[in-house]
């Protein structure tokens, strides 16, 4: 090119979509996050935590039920010894691992969209962890003797079975809950440094002072704050992909038909992730358009959640056509059985028919730019993930077990009021969990938001030119970046 043409004539390079929309100011972010919790709720908080207080009191009273009465009252009988309950445990656990991908893997590779969603990520791990941990713990008949699943000394000298998938459960769902709590306070600080310094004198200052361990931003607190927090990181990722391979294992390692496969812990992972991100979108497209949050959680930031959601589905697909190539190659006639019984002549297909589904047709949506960019779409396709994640987990329990070797022992599995009630309980609590996070905590991370803008960039120039957005260059008729003035 002449180099005495005009600079127009130059080619604009192409600019990355940014991450807070309108240039919008430090302050503008800090006011904008710390008004949630400073602020009277809106009305529809409300409307949303009332019947959660009551969901959550159902649920308590079912437990208590439960206790007086014994386990039977769930509607498990053999040879159905796990249904529901083992369902909704590896249910929430599995919705718990996008916090952990957000807050972790994402951190370690950069990528800088993650900032306005991580908070509400680790702090829907925390609760659906806490959910699923109920399960198990009331599914031991005498919770009260619980503590035995831990390895202490006592004087009967019985000690656990350290060679059974359950007890690595115990392991494994500790160490996640316990890592992805630490992380998550570890992120708060900063924010809540925040909100004790703009809170008048009172218990809120006080508790807020507290918990942000005396926090006041200087650069050594911010180096020592960045290397802990990339530790945790690095401590975190390999629980995203060793926690649910754990709770794989407790099906995998059985001599099951239907069960004893290899493929189950990528499996269980890939399906976790794609079941996570779809409750982070169905939980934060609400708190987006409530809170007036648009310019924070941009359609840039729900269109690569909904192709992680594509990927992870697709990934989910193959899984459920490699199974059934499994049992036909295998050649074990048992095998074959267990997926024929599944899928075409057994009393619950139409449960595998919703899983595949919901997990494998509706997520092909997200192939279109238009839907992945239409919020009603997108949290559409979202709750026909979350049900039919559901349902993933009921097909593989109960519906198997519903036939197993012997014809003489088969029954068709039918929860009882008691198993329904509960699992809506859950709902409730985990919900009241978020709403008060909400009402208290800084739901995005504001020091986090403030890094990702052009002026945290210390080579960022003002008077540079202005590059092309992908809007401009594709000419997409819904534009979300606003064009620059023309001189």
Known sequence: M?????????????????????????????????????????ALWWILFIPSILLTGLMVFCFTYLISTGVGVWGQKQPVAWAWDITNFVFWIGIGHAGTLISAILFLTRQKWRTSVNRAAEAMTIFAVMCAGLFPAFHVGRVWMVWFLAPIPNANAIWQNFKSPLLWDVF????????????????????????????????????????????????????????????????????????????????????????????????????????????????????????????????????????????????????????????YYSANPFEGAAFTLRGLTGPSTWAYYWMFGCNVFAPQLFWSRWCRHNV??????????NAGMWFERYVIIATTLERLMIPGSWRVYEASWVDKYTFLGTFGFFMMLFLLFLRFLPVIAIGEVKGVLPQSNPHHDDHAEQGIQEEDLMDYPDRHVAKPVAA
């Not at 240039?23 to 008004?35: A, F, K």
């Not at 310094?197 to 650069?219: E, Q, S």
Request: charge should be positive.
């Open 2 to 42: 002449d180099a005495s043409a005009p600079a127009s004539n130059t080619p604009r390079i192409l600019d990355r979509e940014p991450l807070v929309l309108n240039n919008r100011s430090y302050s503008w972010i800090t006011n904008r996050i710390c008004g949630i919790v400073e602020n009277k709720q809106p």
């Open 172 to 327: 494994a769902v500790s160490t996640y809950f316990s890592v992805s709590a630490v992380f998550w306070f570890l992120g708060l600080v900063p924010d809540l440094a925040t909100l004790r310094d703009r809170c008048r004198p009172g218990l809120k200052k006080f508790l807020y002072g507290l918990f942000a361990l005396g926090w006041r931003g200087g650069n050594r607190q911010w180096s020592h704050y960045e290397t802990a927090y990339m530790l945790l990181a690095a401590l975190s990722t390999p629980l995203v992909l060793s926690v649910h391979s754990v709770v794989s294992f407790d099906f995998a390692t059985s001599v099951v038909p239907g069960w004893h496969t290899t493929i189950f812990p990528p499996y269980f992972v890939a399906g976790a992730i794609f079941g996570g991100f779809a409750m982070v979108l169905t939980l934060m497209l609400p708190v987006r358009r409530i809170y007036g949050l648009d310019d924070l959680i941009t359609p840039k930031h729900v269109d690569n959640m909904a192709k992680i959601i594509l990927l992870t589905g697709t990934i989910v697909g193959y899984a459920y056509c490699m199974e059934l190539f499994v049992a």
């Open 376 to 385: 009603w779409v997108v949290m559409t396709v979202c709750m026909f993930v």
